[in-house]
C-alpha cells in the first residue's frame, strides 16, 4: 500500500465489491453529488476502511485548510479522502463508498491509489458520481446521463451512454476511469445535470435522483425521508425568491418549455463534451443571496 494511505480498518478481500465513489471540485457542481455518497454512507451505515493523507496532493495556499471549535477545542479540517465498507438491505454484493476532493497534485499517485484499495478488496467495477450545471428549470425531475466503458452498464442503469469524440481538459473522474480502464476495470460515470442558476450548496434532489439509480440497479433500499424534507425546503425558498422577480420566472418557464419540448436531450458531461452555459446572474442574484444567507444560517 502507499505510504500517503490511512488504513482505519482491516482491507480485505470482499463479496464481490463495487466502488462508487464522488470527488468534490470540477465534476461535481456544488458539492451535490458528494452529498449523495455521504447520504449513502450514513444511510448504509458503511464503516471506514481508509484514507488518504492529504498532504502529498493539496497545494494549502489554494485551499486553505478550515479550524472549527469541536467540543469546545479548535481543530483543523483537513481535505478528507476516504474510504467506506457497506452492505446495505437488498443489495447481493458489497459496496466501497469513496468520498473526497478532486486534489491539486499528483493526480496519477492519487488515483493509483484508489486502484489499490479496489484491488485489495477485489473490485473491478466503479461508478463514479458527479454534477453539473445546465439550462434545465429546478421544478422538473433531475435529468441524468451516462458515460460507460460497455454496453452492458446502459441496460443496467437503464440509461444510454453516447459515443463521445470530445477532445480536451478532464476532471479526476476523467483520469480515474481511463486509468481503471487500462487495469482493464468496467467503469460508468452518471452525471446530474443541476440547474446552473441555482449556485449555493448541494441542490437534494440531485441526491434523490442518483441515489434512486443505485437503488433501482443494484436492488438496495435507501430510505431518503431526509432528503425529502430537504428538498421540500430547498424547493419553497427558491419558490419564495421566484415570486418577487417576474425576469426570473420568465427564464424559467422559457426552460421548462425546452425541457419539455426536448423530452430532454441531456448534455454529455464535463470529461466527455464542452458545456456552453447560459447566463442568468443578472436575473438572479437576489436568488443566489437568498439561498445562501439561507445557509449561513442554518
Not at 467540543?71 to 458489497?94: L, M, Q, S
Not at 454534477?131 to 422538473?140: I, L, S
Not at 433531475?142 to 452492458?152: D, I, M, T, Y
Request: hydrophobic content about 40%; proline content about 8%; cysteine-free.
Amino acid at each position: 500500500m502507499h505510504e500517503a494511505l490511512r488504513q482505519l480498518n482491516e482491507i480485505r478481500p470482499l463479496d464481490d465489491p463495487v466502488l462508487v465513489g464522488a470527488l468534490s471540485g470540477f465534476t461535481d457542481s456544488s458539492g451535490a453529488a458528494l452529498a449523495a455518497v455521504d447520504y449513502l454512507i450514513e444511510a448504509w451505515n458503511a464503516e471506514p476502511l481508509a484514507e488518504i493523507d492529504p498532504e502529498p496532493f493539496f497545494d494549502f495556499t489554494v485551499q486553505r485548510p478550515r479550524v472549527g471549535l469541536v467540543d469546545g477545542e479548535r481543530k483543523i479540517d483537513w481535505p478528507t479522502n476516504r474510504f467506506y465498507v457497506a452492505r446495505p438491505e437488498g443489495a447481493t454484493r458489497d459496496f466501497v463508498l469513496l468520498s473526497g476532493v478532486e486534489p491539486h497534485l499528483r493526480w496519477r499517485q492519487f488515483t493509483g491509489i484508489i486502484a489499490s484499495i479496489a484491488e485489495a478488496v477485489g473490485s473491478t467495477m466503479s461508478i463514479t458520481l458527479g454534477a453539473q450545471p445546465a439550462g434545465v428549470p429546478h421544478t422538473r425531475p433531475v435529468p441524468v446521463s451516462l458515460s460507460a466503458s460497455e454496453a452492458s452498464f446502459e441496460q443496467l442503469f437503464n440509461l444510454k451512454a453516447p459515443e463521445s469524440r470530445y477532445q480536451g481538459q478532464t476532471g479526476i473522474v476523467g483520469v480515474l476511469n481511463l486509468g481503471l480502464r487500462d487495469r482493464g476495470w468496467k467503469n460508468a460515470s452518471l452525471w446530474a445535470m443541476v440547474p446552473h442558476y441555482i449556485t449555493v450548496g448541494p441542490n437534494p434532489n440531485v441526491a434523490m435522483s442518483l441515489i434512486g439509480i443505485i437503488d433501482q440497479s443494484f436492488g438496495t433500499s435507501t430510505d431518503i425521508q431526509a432528503l425529502r424534507e430537504d428538498a421540500a425546503q430547498f424547493e419553497e425558498q427558491v419558490r419564495s425568491v421566484l415570486a418577487d422577480s417576474d425576469e426570473a420566472t420568465t427564464y424559467i418557464q422559457q426552460l421548462e418549455e425546452q425541457y419539455d419540448a426536448q423530452n430532454p436531450p441531456l448534455p454529455a458531461p464535463r470529461d466527455t463534451q464542452p458545456l456552453e452555459l447560459p447566463s442568468a446572474e443578472d436575473l438572479l442574484t437576489d436568488l443566489e443571496r437568498f439561498l445562501k444567507d439561507q445557509r449561513q444560517s442554518d
